[in-house]
């Protein structure tokens, strides 16, 4: 009996030690993350100083080298893994002026990848596709567009998000103009589906028919905000304006007015260039060869400086790194991180990684990705891990209440097939979670737009976000076994089961059709 109680004594001596320890450490990162924060000094070094970071261009270069030089500096191995080849490009100035009928700046630039100008730009007439009767008539017309700018996006009826017309406008007008909008958008189908061609397809016909470039315009949805995709010209250049100028010059157009823009968009097509992951680690003490993973894509569109897409999942596991480097540098599991290359073209650098250390993923003990905007996190699903709820739901109730109190759950859920890096290794059986975040518009302002700059992120969500996430990947590491990798067979909108997604190839060597 005496034996007995001096043995459940000392249980409770060490496993209150260990729960002292734990707190210690939980504190210990939530401290330096309030006190000593960085990310608004990484966040300036990665947006404002390097920029975009469109796979294929001399800035995601110099962001992959500068990450491995930010881990050196503090303290953490990091190294770039090449895992492809793409298209190399590098944007140049945009300059674009209307010059008749009368004397306007454009607002607008080239689209990723696109042709170059003329050294000096070129000068020629903007025309629109015509209400032509059928494809036959299309051809007909195509050789009229030599030495101009053919337009080929639709129209706008109005440049007020739904929401200020909701604000503002009586029930009737809101009711009228979505009507009209219909109606035009109908129309200017219709016209591109006389042509014959496809969505690619006919800016590469006008080219060839030698039209001095294309135009267009992708609204999307709120003041001042268009997204910012790539071009499928090959000889002559792609640009977006804004829904304004678009507007402006359409109008003028279609009413015979024969507008004429002087357009200069330089950049200089580089051959083929390598592509990499940038993987940094903070080794294991007891167990080195098992992995907590963090996981944020790197790359991003180029409209903007991709802020919240995804310099903000960027910079947050980086801060994750460097707390957990200063307050626990001695973890049990190895904490690792990827930052993926092409994401935005379909997962491609997160599938390498999978597709190149299969004999990790069985090893891996968890993963955490974020990557939709700069809010604090908001949703977590368990991906169709039958136990998920219950490691999840352990290590979340680590973290400060005020950081998780508005946070949904949906345990099992069921698996993500795609939309971001986590689904590439959900596929492959690892237990990998994204990190969702709240809107704060940016499906409509930021998401793959011209606005996606340093100045829309919110420093306090993503602070917690840095909390939440150092916590977690901490108290993952210190699990004593692996978790749970049982899953469920997910159930379709139908009620039937689905199946497991598949583990998919990446893209290796890109944009070169």
Known sequence: MKKNYLFGLGLLLILGSQVQAQDETIDQIIKEETENSQLKQIAHELMDGIGPRLVGTPQMKNAHDWAVEKYQGWGIEARNEQWGEWKGWERGITHIDMIAPWTKSLAGQQLAWSPTSPQGGAVGEVVTIPDLADEAAFAAWLPSVKGKYVMISAPQITGRPDYNWEEFATEESFEKMKEERTEMNRAWNARLQKTGKGRRELPLALEDAGALGIITSYWSQGFGANKIFSASTTK?????????????????????????????????????????????????????????????????????????????????????????????????????????????????????????????MEKIQVLFNQDNGTGRVANVSGQGFVDSYEYLGRWMSKVPREITRDIETNFPGNPGGGGSDYASFVAAGVPAFSLSSLNWSYFNYTWHTNLDTYDKIVFDDVQSNVIMAAIMAYLASEEDNMVSREVRIPVGRNGEPTEWPTKRSPTRKGGMD
């Not at 678009?246 to 580089?270: C, H, M, T, V, W």
């Not at 592509?275 to 294991?284: D, L, S, V």
């Not at 904490?335 to 250390?357: C, K, M, P, T, Y």
Request: proline share 6%; charged share 25%.
């Open 236 to 360: 002559v250049p792609t640009i977006d304006l804004s829904l304004e100028d678009y507007g402006l010059l359409f109008r003028l157009a279609e009413s015979g007015e024969k507008p004429q823009i002087n357009l200069n968009a330089q950049s200089k097509d580089l051959g083929v260039v390598p592509t990499f992951n940038t993987i940094a680690e903070i080794k294991g003490t007891e167990k080195p060869d098992e992995y907590v993973m963090l996981s944020a894509h790197f790359d991003s569109w180029d409209g903007g400086t991709g802020a919240t897409d995804n310099g903000t999942g960027t910079i947050m596991m980086m801060e994750v790194m460097r707390v957990l480097k200063k307050v626990y540098p001695n973890p049990k599991r190895t904490i690792l991180v990827g930052h993926w290359g092409s994401e935005e073209q379909g997962l491609n650098g997160s599938r390498a990684f999978v597709e190149d250390h299969p004999e990790m």
